[in-house]
């Protein structure tokens, strides 16, 4: 599968990249003065403590923006799909640029609540995220998501 430039791991961001191994969306925390940053980073962008390192969240997050790609820009490149930014739930502050899978792109929209689904790409997982009501299936699916 032709994705994109896989990252580069290092000590400060492995956690975020392997994180799902376990399932896990790490986030990078501080431990003095309690907020949550990303791109992680040894030290913290606030109060420039050295005392931070990674966090689990929910994976639970909502989308604050997003556009739709039709553009096939390599030979290989399965459109379309939806490129987001992502607010997580529990890390006040912090936004991922993503791709949302599971999802028709028409259906997407600025406050879907979505959660994270890792893809195993080498020695890393990424971050995708797709609609809570596709994966959790709590009951009947409805076409506007009312109750
Ligand atoms: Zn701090």
Redesign the pocket.
């Known amino acids: 599968m032709s994705f994109q430039a896989l990252p580069e791991v290092t000590d400060d961001t492995a956690a975020f990249w392997e994180g799902g191994v376990d399932g896990e969306l790490q986030i990078h925390r501080?431990h003095?003065?309690a907020?949550w940053f990303h791109p992680p980073a040894p030290v913290?962008p606030?109060?420039l403590?050295r005392e931070v390192g990674p966090a689990t969240t929910s994976g639970r997050a909502v989308v604050q923006a997003f556009t739709v790609n039709f553009q096939p820009w390599a030979p290989d490149m399965q459109v379309p799909f939806v490129l987001a930014v992502v607010s997580v739930d529990d890390a006040p502050g912090v936004q991922l640029t993503t791709r949302l899978i599971d999802v028709d792109p028409v259906s997407v929209s600025v406050g879907l609540p979505v959660e994270v689904s890792f893809l195993h790409v080498e020695d890393v997982y990424l971050p995708l995220f797709r609609p809570v009501s596709a994966a959790s299936g709590n009951g009947a699916v409805s076409e506007e998501g009312t109750s």
Do not use: A, G, M
């Open positions: 501080c003095r003065c907020i913290c606030e109060c403590s």
